[in-house]
């Protein structure tokens, strides 16, 4: 398994270089080299899924770096800026960034996948693997209006697809979806506000599924008797989903705060509106992974021993991702 | 030390002194006024204010006497009572509330009197526990609430006037449309304290009180509530409104004296008497007569109470048996009850030189003298006639004949405490009315009338009192008269149908339409066009697109394709 | 301010404490009258540190809070009593009390909005952790929702108003905004708060499924929270305000006429209160909306008076549901002769929310009919239907609660505690005495 270390390690590198690079081919170089370190690590010759998983995953994003070579190559040809097609280009372009990061329309893939992944990988899809294409895409932002469709598109996917979900990987894609649609909204506007919200989603989203990786819990259902032992931690738990879904007094609203401020800076209230309305449908598949956390009264199991999990670290990354957003707000000062 | 003493002991004292206090201000002609200021909002007070004048003095002094005589009473008539406590204190707070309503001449502060008479009226008709009780209280209690409401809406228009002291602007504005509107909302309230003709259900019903409370209740304190606020209110009366009150108050005792005369149970037969005074006093007081109404309503009071009292006190000797079929021959065995029964209902018709003589023979003298119809001549006339009627129809059925109770029953004269109390009252019954004129009416009234019409009271009376002694002969062989005209019988003994058009007439339509909009607004449209339905269509549409979606990797990649590839053509 | 915080603050550790339930409640008494001391009978903003402060109107609704939540402390001992959860519960409740007072306390429209939304949270919580019917999960679900599907475009909005005038603070929140979208986006919030007819679906809802503690601070301080919102609000809407408030007074006008007569046919104690919630508010909701000085104080009076009253009356509730198990009308009956005491008090409270002398709800309930009446004498017929019908249900709930023949599955209990009774003066002897000095109710406009 040593291996996996190794492609961890490449798939880094391959992130790294796609952002820092200073040409198109690098950052296509880049991205292949993120895909390629990503199938190994997918890969389990125990598990079926897995492997169906990495295939799945490995095809379609083969597809978008074509897409991604191809718009390359031809928009740095000359004639594309003597007969100014170069924004039609740049769609083809977008297009496969949103494949790769599983923007909504072309999400397809995304959730599919999800379904075959550990825990392990599952975090690393639902955060590190976006980092390259939103940092790709902050290079090309220009067509606002095709943003904006696929901002629309993925908020409204995301929670009406959501809303009929158990399992819990799908729900945390579909969650990933819809803030996709928001960086992508920060993105059109100020970066500064797409990193911040990068981070804490990333933080969020990384807090519930270690998780859910420790509890080995990958449906709503198993989530009753999880955690019995320990009350505070099963509610504390419970408010990352809120946090995840933006209500006010946890982290996960700073970045929303930001993104519609700016928004609304930008005289985009409509987009503001909608985007707010549909993540509310988020917040209540949210809401409802949480009930059985809610409840309180607790069904205990005899012979089930449930693994135990060291409370005082997750703890501790709870409180952070519930409390610090009067910190974050702070430091927003001196940035 | 019982209770009962201690209150009756306060009340008493306090009692002579407001009477003490009501002789010196009428002689000095002074009154007082005192306010406590709650709070005032863009320069307009909210006051609580409390008037000292003779009037209110001389009406507290009454209500305290009375209710010290009623409180002492109870002692033993509510003997072996667990509750007996709960029972004083209501009293005690009903009397509190009255006195509160006599001493506010503040349009808000009168609501501290005004609503906790019907609401501790409310309390004490509920308190023997049993269903008809129940009713009685809740319809008590939503007619006088109906009193509340416009008085509420008169503090609103009373805002005009930048000021809630209605007696500084009844004068001055009173051909205001703003006046006319509160004095149109004040009669309403007083219409239905004092149960006048389409709120009068209520206070046959209360007599599910217990009787002390009744004695109180339907004297001197709730039902001349109204009558009292109209003799604050008299002079922002305009004439039309005032004919308006006189038609309905004349309609009242017309109704009431009716009703008397067909029913047979002994305290509705009060209550009703009670009621027929009332309409008498909102009568006079229709005709600008606010001192006579005054004055009748302080004696009526008297003889009222002490006339519940001697009821009560045969009610509790016949074991709790109300009705005047099983009664019969009493002045055989209660002598002194029966004559304090005498003596009161005597009053009540006027008897010369009794307390209710000296104001109902004014009244009637007065009535004569103006200037009025036929119809409210003779209307007046009949009415007291028929009061005569049922007080022969009921000493006839009460202490002649023969006893028609259980055999063996042991009834007697013994209740040592509620003699006491009732004979605390009986002085004041008989001399009442004599006293209070030489206070009241320092000139007397000028009455110049025919031979005629001044002996037309007396007449009328007579004839009552034969009237009542043949319609109500009533033996085994012989059936009733009022038999031979069954349906008009049940129209008149039921008040004109009025318990039931209050009750199941008017309580279907609110509550079909609450349970109607329940259904259609609140767990129907709003959850339609609030939640359910859009969780649902969502919910759908998720289904639905979960069927879209589940898909085949290939379809989606050729759509990628399709879409890059449309793109390359279009440029 | 800041000590109040801090102090509140520094409950959260207590709150872990194994049986520090008493000591916990003693707490929020002491902070009650701490804060009370602190009165200043000055209508300016007081005791401004950071980004918060309290005028008189703020003033009282932190008060109200606080005197709620101790008196939620004091009626939910059978959770300290039967071990569910106790320590986890006084950890909701400072944060909800601590929310409440920032939000109430914020000088700033934003930090309101903030806190007025963390407020949600505890309550959630409080509703969904230790209410008693599965339905509670439906409950919290539509609390949650309907509140957020409103305020998230009030959130756009106040960014709007950021960007347009570049201040928040209500101080300097007197732009006139000449537009009926920012209108609706600022105040639907508020609408459904309060709850405007409707649109307060959420409200029985909630209110039913709740806890005592949850259903007393929902309708003791949360509904408020709608109204000193609008009250704040209400500054910047004046144009528009005049313009489009009447439709919302309309529809409170005969919405709460509509659900007056709903009342009558409820079979739940708790959902009867709730309801009677939807028409008193709806009161407010007017008399707010008419924007004048009588409305606004009466608004307040009504608020503070109907704050304790109907918490009262969800006290009683709770005090016959913990003895019968049961919230139905018809299995709650008879109580008279079991609890007489508590009789007495269900006759005091049930007057008082009909609005009977000398209780705040009259003096709420009279400067809004003024302000209404003044507004548009045709108010008066759905004023008079609503007085009419607080009455009527205020006693068939008494009544039926009450008189009757006992429900024969009763098992021995007490017929009162003192500190039921306590909890039960706790909140009258407030309601009936502050008309005495009512003055400060209405000296902050």
């Known amino acids: 398994m040593y291996y996996k270390l190794l492609f961890f390690n490449s798939l880094m590198i391959g992130t790294l270089i796609a952002i820092s690079s200073y040409s198109w081919m690098g950052m296509w170089m880049g991205l292949e080299i993120n895909l390629l370190s990503m199938i190994p690590l997918i890969s389990d010759n125990k598990n079926m899924m897995a492997s169906e998983a990495a295939l799945k995953y490995f095809i379609i994003q083969t597809m978008a770096s074509t897409l991604l070579l191809f718009s ?264 | 030390m019982s209770i009962c003493l201690i209150y009756f002991v306060t009340f008493l004292f306090f009692s002579v002194l407001s009477f003490l206090l009501s002789l010196n201000f009428m002689i000095l002609d002074y009154s007082l006024m005192l306010e406590y200021e709650m709070l005032s909002i863009n320069s307009c007070s909210i006051i609580m204010t409390i008037l000292l004048d003779w009037m209110s003095l001389l009406f507290m002094s009454f209500v305290l006497f009375i209710s010290s005589m009623v409180i002492y009473y109870s002692e033993e008539y509510m003997e072996g009572d667990i509750y007996l406590h709960r029972f004083i204190m209501l009293v005690s707070m009903f009397v509190l509330s009255m006195m509160l309503l006599i001493i506010s001449p503040n349009l808000i502060s009168i609501l501290l009197g005004w609503d906790g008479l019907g609401l501790v009226s409310y309390c004490l008709v509920i308190y023997y526990q049993n269903i008809k009780s129940y009713n009685a209280g809740m319809i008590t209690a939503l007619t006088n609430r109906i009193g509340d409401v416009a008085l509420l809406m008169a503090i609103a228009w009373m805002m005009n006037f930048g000021g809630f002291n209605y007696i500084f602007y009844i004068d001055v504005y009173k051909n205001s449309m703003e006046m006319y509107i509160i004095i149109l909302l004040i009669m309403l309230a007083a219409m239905t304290k004092s149960a006048q003709i389409p709120f009068s259900s209520w206070l046959p019903a209360a007599m599910a009180a217990p009787t002390p409370v009744s004695s109180l209740v339907h004297s001197s304190t709730l039902v001349t509530a109204g009558v009292y606020l109209l003799i604050r209110f008299n002079f922002a009366l305009t004439s039309n409104l005032m004919l308006i009150l006189l038609f309905i108050g004349t309609m009242t005792m017309f109704m009431a004296g009716m009703g008397a005369n067909f029913e047979f149970d002994l305290k509705k037969i009060i209550a009703l008497s009670t009621l027929s005074q009332l309409g008498l006093m909102i009568s006079i007081l229709a005709l600008g007569e606010y001192q006579l109404a005054f004055f009748h309503l302080l004696t009526h009071a008297l003889f009222k109470a002490l006339l519940f009292m001697c009821a009560g006190c045969m009610i509790h000797s016949l074991s709790n048996c109300q009705d005047i079929r099983y009664m019969g021959g009493l002045i055989k065995v209660m002598p002194l009850t029966c004559t304090y029964f005498m003596i009161s209902n005597l009053a009540l018709c006027g008897l010369p030189f009794l307390s209710g003589f000296y104001s109902k023979d004014l009244i009637l003298e007065v009535l004569s003298m103006s200037y009025l119809n036929i119809y409210i001549y003779v209307i007046f006339f009949f009415s007291t006639g028929l009061t005569v009627c049922y007080t022969f129809r009921l000493i006839y ?56 019409m001044k002996i037309m009271a007396l007449i009328v009376s007579f004839f009552g009192a034969w009237f009542g002694f043949e319609l109500s002969k009533f033996t085994l062989n012989d059936s009733l008269k009022s038999f031979y005209l069954l349906n008009s019988s049940l129209f008149f003994s039921s008040m004109w149908n009025m318990p039931y058009i209050s009750t199941f007439g008017l309580n279907y339509y609110p509550i079909k339409l609450g349970s109607k909009l329940y259904k259609t607004i609140d767990q129907g449209w709003s959850e339609y066009y609030g939640s359910q339905n859009l969780y649902s269509k969502i919910s759908n549409t998720s289904v639905f697109l979960q069927f879209m979606f589940n898909n085949n990797y290939k379809i989606f990649m050729l759509l990628i394709m399709m879409w890059v590839i449309f793109m390359i053509l279009y440029i | 301010m800041m000590k109040f915080i801090f102090m509140m603050l520094m409950l959260v550790p207590l709150s872990c404490i194994k049986k520090s339930y008493w000591f916990n409640q003693y707490m929020y008494f002491f902070i009650t009258f701490m804060f009370g001391l602190s009165f200043s009978f000055n209508y300016l903003y007081m005791n401004i540190s950071y980004f918060m402060g309290y005028d008189l109107l703020s003033f009282m609704m932190i008060l109200l809070s606080l005197w709620i939540c101790s008196l939620m402390l004091l009626a939910s001992e059978s959770i300290y009593s039967k071990n569910y959860f106790y320590n986890l519960f006084l950890l909701v409740m400072i944060i909800l009390l601590l929310s409440l007072v920032m939000t109430f306390s914020s000088l700033n429209l934003f930090i309101f909005y903030l806190f007025f939304e963390f407020s949600l949270i505890p309550t959630l919580l409080l509703i969904i952790g230790w209410g008693y019917q599965p339905e509670r999960l439906q409950a919290g679900v539509y609390l949650l929702f309907y509140t957020l599907f409103a305020s998230l475009p009030m959130m756009i909005s106040i960014f709007y108003y950021y960007e347009k005038f570049h201040s928040l603070d209500f101080f300097f929140l007197c732009y006139d905004v000449k537009s009926f979208l920012l209108f609706m986006c600022m105040n639907m919030v508020f609408f459904i708060k309060m709850p405007m007819f409707f649109v307060h679906l959420w409200l029985p809802k909630a209110h039913v499924e709740a806890p005592v503690a949850g259903s007393m601070i929902l309708a003791g301080v949360m509904l408020k929270l709608g109204g000193y919102g609008l009250m704040r609000l209400m500054n910047i809407f004046l144009t528009v305000g005049l313009q489009v408030n009447y439709i919302f ?169 003192v500190r039921e009774y306590l909890l039960l003066l706790l909140h009258w002897l407030p309601l009936n005495i502050l008309i005495l000095k009512s003055e400060f109710l209405v000296l902050w406009l």
């Open chain 1, 72 to 335: 390359i190559i031809m928009m740095s040809m000359k004639f594309m800026y003597q007969m100014n097609l170069i924004t039609y280009f740049n769609l083809i372009f977008n297009t496969s960034l949103f494949i790769k990061m599983g923007a909504a329309p072309f999400h397809f893939w995304f959730p599919e996948m999800m379904e075959g992944l550990n825990w392990l990988n599952a975090i690393i899809m639902l955060t590190w693997q976006k980092l390259s294409p939103m940092v790709l895409l902050t290079y090309s932002n220009t067509t606002s209006m095709y943003l904006i469709l696929t901002i629309m598109f993925s908020m409204m996917i995301s929670g009406i697809m959501g809303l009929n979900q158990t399992s819990l990987r799908k729900i945390m894609a579909y969650s990933s979806i819809n803030h996709i649609g928001w960086m992508i909204s920060s993105i059109m506007l100020i970066e500064i506000v797409w990193f911040y919200y990068f981070i804490i989603y990333c933080i969020i989203t990384i807090n519930i599924s270690i998780m859910f990786m420790k509890l080995n819990v990958f449906h709503i259902n198993q989530l009753y008797i999880s955690m019995n032992y320990h009350i505070l931690l099963k509610l504390f738990f419970a408010l990352n989903f809120m946090s995840l879904g933006g209500l006010p007094p946890f982290l996960g609203f700073f970045p929303k705060w930001l993104t519609i401020q700016t928004l609304i800076q930008s005289n985009m209230y409509s987009i503001a509106f909608i985007m707010i309305l549909m993540t509310l449908m988020t917040l209540f598949f949210y809401l409802r992974i949480t009930f059985s956390i809610l409840l309180l009264s607790k069904a205990v199991l005899t012979f089930y021993t449930q693994p135990k999990i060291n409370t005082n670290y997750i703890m501790a990354f709870n409180f952070i991702t519930l409390l610090s957003l009067i910190f974050v707000t702070l430091m927003f000062n001196f940035l």
């Open chain 2, 397 to 452: 059925y009460v202490l002649v004949g023969n006893f028609c109770f259980y055999s063996l029953s042991k009834i007697n004269d013994n209740s040592k405490i509620m003699l006491q109390g009732m004979s605390g009252l009986i002085f004041l019954v008989i001399v009442g009315g004599s006293m209070l004129m030489w206070l009241m009416f320092p000139t007397p009234y000028f009455i110049c009338l025919p031979f005629t």
């Open chain 3, 249 to 417: 007074i309309t529809i409170s006008m005969v919405g709460g006429f509509f659900v007056s007569l709903m009342c009558l046919r409820q079979v739940d104690i708790k959902a009867l209160i709730a309801y009677s919630s939807v028409a008193h508010m709806g009161l407010v909701l007017s008399g707010i909306l008419t924007l004048s000085y009588w409305g606004m104080s009466g608004a307040l009076v009504m608020m503070i008076a109907h704050g304790l009253c109907s918490s009262g009356l969800f006290c009683l509730a709770n005090i016959s549901y913990e003895r019968l198990n049961s919230r139905s009308i018809y299995l709650n009956k008879g109580l008279i002769n079991l609890m007489p005491m508590m009789s007495m008090w269900w006759f005091l409270f049930s007057c008082c929310n009909m609005a009977a002398p000398p209780s705040l709800n009259l003096l709420g309930e009279i400067i809004l009919i003024n302000s209404l009446v003044s507004w548009s004498s045709w108010t008066m017929v759905f004023l008079s239907l609503m007085s009419f019908f607080s009455a009527a249900y205020s006693l068939y709930l008494y009544s039926y609660s009450q008189h009757g023949k006992l429900v024969s599955n009763l098992y021995s209990f007490s017929s009162g505690f």
